[in-house]
């Protein structure tokens, strides 16, 4: 363990340098979020995962945002437990029918205010599953979204320039509203 | 219904047909059928004579119609759903789900407990049902190739490699032999990434952070390796029926190399670290233990098996290319404990390093696919690979036009789920994420 620990110490960080926020986001975000929102969240974002209906596919990339390569803590966001200790909500998946009511319940239980995130192709509009009787469609049918990150699914450096592009509109109008 | 005789290692796929829209239930004489029959029940309104729990599985009473695969009707509102009765002095619920805790799929289960002590684990299962059997009806094999891929996105290249399989057989077509190699590099690049992760998980369940991060950063190192290969970190769409997409990329060997030093330098001392950390060992020795006999009965796969002394690996016994063609061995333990389950994949991730060497030193030159084009003909095929978790069986029929006319995918949850109920048991409700972990069955696999 040791050999492990100092090694880590001595040999600097993994960590690489953050990507520049997406633009596309910023354009979608400026739309969707209001001020009062943005000046009462300011810098710091705490996230709630919910799996309303994905392969497990956008889960694991998510998963990596943790990792010692893009380290998502270092922006100030993580992921919380419960939706009562979130400000985003982050979901993936096309909405099952089977998993809408217990979405609608993660997000009335989370505090205002509050924003939504709809991760991978299929949170969209239910993408390749749509057309199936089992599937509500894309997160927006369900709960509003504010910002939607694509991709099958989107890697954890598309999934960053997202993030940063929320944390960037949060930090803008805190400073400016 | 598909049986595998191991001895000759073979599989045979019965077929009968049910006139008055019922069959006789297997579950009767063999518990492992149930949740398939309750599933048949509930998604084509098929009755199984003689099944023991009549409930409906999957079907969670929120699609507005009954029996979807077969002959849908709509509904009015469901009746609840009756877990199993636990009864005696001082013995409390915790429901816990659809929604968990961490980033993982949703899923309910109903402990009932006797202080920390779990008497009886339900699982209630269905959450991610996207009805993949209907989309698939009538899909061209493109489409159809791209659901296969994710009906469980973590084994994305088992379930495209097990579906161009089906698809090979019942066309009778013969992939390039390149491309069975790619296939094969491809799938352990996918076992690697999942086992790093998973027992960088497991440890991180029993509150060692350090393995969690160090297996993270070799897990990410296999995925860049991967996407380095073949230009997706999760390789989604690189299997496709007759051979792969494309080509590996020039740069692709090189990438792989280095991911196996690097490995090799940094592994044995994580393996090491779990082995000597005393605390560590406190909570995955003797924790969750899956009994040799139920292991053999359920035909468990993967690490969940042969942690349990079932010794089956599809690319040993069922030998599809190019495995004949390589060396490996198939680690076998029988202590059947949450520790067993990590060392399996221990071993397995050594194992799958030898395997990406002697792939990437014996890759032959030459085509990468075939044409695949319809016989004009109705036809059936199976084909069955070895994800990481276990076995996944896709058996498919196509119409005369070459598009998919039914196709049932079958992941090796659906013989672990249940297993995962009796291992917990007698067990304290904090070491449930352990065993939870250490079996990391698919949800999405198994909802469908």
């Known amino acids: 363990m040791r050999r492990t620990f100092f090694e880590s110490l001595s040999k600097g960080p993994l960590t690489e340098a953050p990507p520049k926020p997406d633009k596309a986001a910023l354009a979608e975000l400026a739309k969707s979020i209001d001020r009062a929102a943005r000046a009462k969240l300011g810098r710091s974002l705490s996230i709630r995962e919910v799996d309303a209906g994905s392969c497990n596919g956008c889960e694991l990339e998510i998963h990596a945002l943790n990792n010692a390569f893009y380290d998502l803590e270092r922006f100030g966001l993580r992921f919380v437990a419960s939706p009562r200790h979130a400000d985003v909500l982050m979901v993936t998946g096309p909405v099952t029918k089977n998993m809408r009511d217990a979405l609608l319940r993660t997000y009335n239980a989370t505090p205002d205010p509050k924003w939504v995130v709809a991760v991978g192709n299929c949170a969209v509009d239910g993408g390749i599953f749509a057309d199936s009787y089992a599937v509500a469609g894309g997160v927006k049918d369900v709960i509003p979204v504010d910002l939607h990150i694509r991709g099958c699914p989107p890697s954890p450096t598309e999934l960053l320039k997202g993030l940063l592009a929320l944390l960037e509109s949060a930090n803008w109008k805190a400073h400016s509203g | ?448």
């Open chain 2, 1 to 448: 219904m598909a049986l595998l005789d191991q001895a000759a290692r073979d599989i045979c796929v019965l077929t009968y047909v049910c006139k008055d829209r019922s069959f006789p239930s297997v579950a009767a004489k063999h518990p492992p059928a149930l949740r398939l029959e309750r599933a048949i029940e509930s998604l084509f309104g098929l009755k199984a004579v003689g099944l023991p729990d009549p409930r409906p599985w999957l079907d969670l009473g929120s699609w507005d119609v009954v029996h979807p695969l077969g002959m849908p009707k709509s509904t009015g509102k469901p009746a609840p759903y009756a877990f199993l009765p636990a009864e005696g002095e001082g013995l409390h619920q915790i429901p816990v789900g659809p929604v968990h805790a961490g980033i993982i799929e949703p899923g309910h289960f109903r402990f009932t407990a006797n202080g920390e002590r779990v008497v009886r684990l339900e699982e209630r299962l269905g959450y991610v049902h996207k009805g993949i059997e209907s989309l698939m009806a009538g899909a061209s094999l493109k489409s159809a190739g791209r659901l296969a891929g994710r009906t469980s996105g973590d084994s994305t290249v088992a379930y495209a490699c097990a579906f161009a399989q089906a698809v090979e057989a019942a066309l009778q077509l013969t992939p390039p032999l390149r491309a069975t190699y790619l296939r094969a590099l491809a799938a352990e690049l996918e076992r690697l990434a999942n086992h790093f992760g998973d027992i960088g998980a497991i440890c991180n369940d029993a509150s060692f952070a350090l393995m969690h991060a160090q297996c993270g950063i070799l897990r990410e190192r296999t995925l860049r390796a991967a996407e380095a290969c073949f230009g997706h970190r999760l390789m989604m769409d690189v299997v496709i029926p007759g051979g792969v997409a494309h080509d590996m990329a020039q740069q692709g060997a090189a990438a792989v190399r280095a991911l196996l030093v690097e490995v090799r330098r940094l592994f044995p001392r994580l393996i090491e670290l779990y082995d000597n950390t005393a605390s560590l060992q406190d909570r995955t020795v003797t924790t969750g233990i899956v009994r040799a006999e139920y292991a053999r009965q359920f035909g468990a796969g993967g690490y969940v098996g042969r942690a349990s002394g079932r010794n089956f690996d599809a690319r040993r016994d069922l030998r599809y290319a190019p495995y004949g063609d390589l060396k490996f061995e198939v680690p076998v333990l029988e202590a059947g404990d949450v520790n067993a389950r990590v060392w399996i994949r221990i071993r397995e991730i050594e194992q799958s390093l030898s395997l990406v060497e002697q792939i990437l030193a014996a890759l032959p030159a030459g085509k990468v696919k075939v044409t695949v084009r319809s016989n004009g003909r109705i036809c059936e095929g199976m084909g069955v690979t070895e994800a990481f978790r276990g076995d996944v069986l896709v058996w498919l029929r196509l119409d005369a036009k070459g598009r998919v006319s039914r196709c049932h995918l079958r992941d090796a949850s659906w013989f672990q789920w249940p297993l995962l109920e009796v291992a917990i048991e007698d067990n304290i409700v904090a070491d449930f994420p352990l065993c939870n972990k250490s079996f990391n069955c698919s949800y999405s696999g198994h909802d469908l």
